[in-house]
C-alpha cells in the first residue's frame, strides 16, 4: 500500500489542522489507518487509529481535541485537529494495516508546527 499525507503545516496554539492520508495500491483489505507522530529527539509514539470496523483509540495526550475519521470509499483517513498545542508539533506519519499477514506500511511524514 501506498500512503500520500498531506495537510500539515504552520498554526497558532489554539488552531486546528486536518490531516489526510490517501491509501493507493493493495487498498481493498486495510484493516486499520491511523497516525504516530515524532517530535526532535522523541521517539515515534502513537497518536490515533481507525479501525475498518468503525473503532478508534486516541492517546491521552489528544483526547478530546483530536478526531480520526475515515472513508472506505476513498481509502482516506483524516486526523482532525483541534485545540493545537506548541507540545503537539512534530512530523505525523500515517500508516496502514492491511491484508492477510497484517503488513504495516508508512507514509511519508508531514510537519506540524505548532507556535506560541
Known amino acids: 500500500v501506498q500512503l500520500q499525507a498531506s495537510g500539515g503545516g504552520p498554526v497558532q496554539a489554539g488552531g486546528s489542522l486536518r490531516l489526510s492520508c490517501v491509501a493507493s495500491?493493495?487498498?481493498?483489505?486495510?484493516?486499520?489507518m491511523g497516525w504516530y507522530r515524532q517530535a526532535p529527539g522523541q521517539e515515534r509514539a502513537l497518536v490515533a487509529f481507525v479501525h475498518s470496523s468503525g473503532r478508534t483509540k486516541y492517546a491521552d495526550s489528544v483526547q478530546g481535541r483530536f478526531t480520526i475519521s475515515r472513508d472506505n470509499a476513498k481509502n482516506t483517513a483524516y486526523l482532525q485537529m483541534n485545540s493545537l498545542k506548541p507540545e503537539d508539533s512534530a512530523v505525523y506519519y500515517c500508516y496502514a494495516i492491511y491484508g492477510a499477514y497484517s503488513r504495516t506500511d508508512w507514509g511519508q511524514g508531514t510537519l506540524v508546527t505548532v507556535s506560541s
Open positions: 495500491g493493495y487498498s481493498h483489505d486495510i484493516a486499520t
